[in-house]
C-alpha cells in the first residue's frame, strides 16, 4: 500500500544493493542442495553397490558444481 502511494511498481525492489548478496545466498543455497543430492546418490550407490548410482552421483554433482561456479562468477563480475 504505501509502494503504491509512492509511485513505485509493485514488482520493484525498495533496495536493490542488497539484491546481489541475495542472488549470492540463494546460489548457495542451490549449491547445498545439488551436493545433497549428489552425496545421497553416491553414498547410495556404495552401500547398494550400484555402479550407475555412483557414476550418476558423480557427474550430476560435477556438472552442477561447474554451473554454480560459472553462475556465480557471473554475478560478482556484475556487481563489479
Known amino acids: 500500500m504505501e509502494r503504491a502511494r509512492r509511485g513505485e511498481a509493485a514488482g520493484s525492489s525498495s533496495a536493490p544493493s542488497r539484491a546481489p548478496t541475495t542472488r549470492r545466498r540463494r546460489c548457495g543455497g542451490i549449491r547445498g542442495v545439488v551436493v545433497g ?34 553462475v556465480a562468477l557471473i554475478l560478482r563480475a556484475g556487481q563489479e
Open 37 to 70: 543430492v549428489a552425496a545421497g546418490a553416491l553414498a547410495s550407490g556404495l552401500l547398494f553397490e550400484q555402479t550407475w548410482l555412483l557414476v550418476f552421483g558423480g557427474i550430476f554433482l560435477a556438472e552442477e558444481l561447474y554451473e554454480t561456479g560459472v
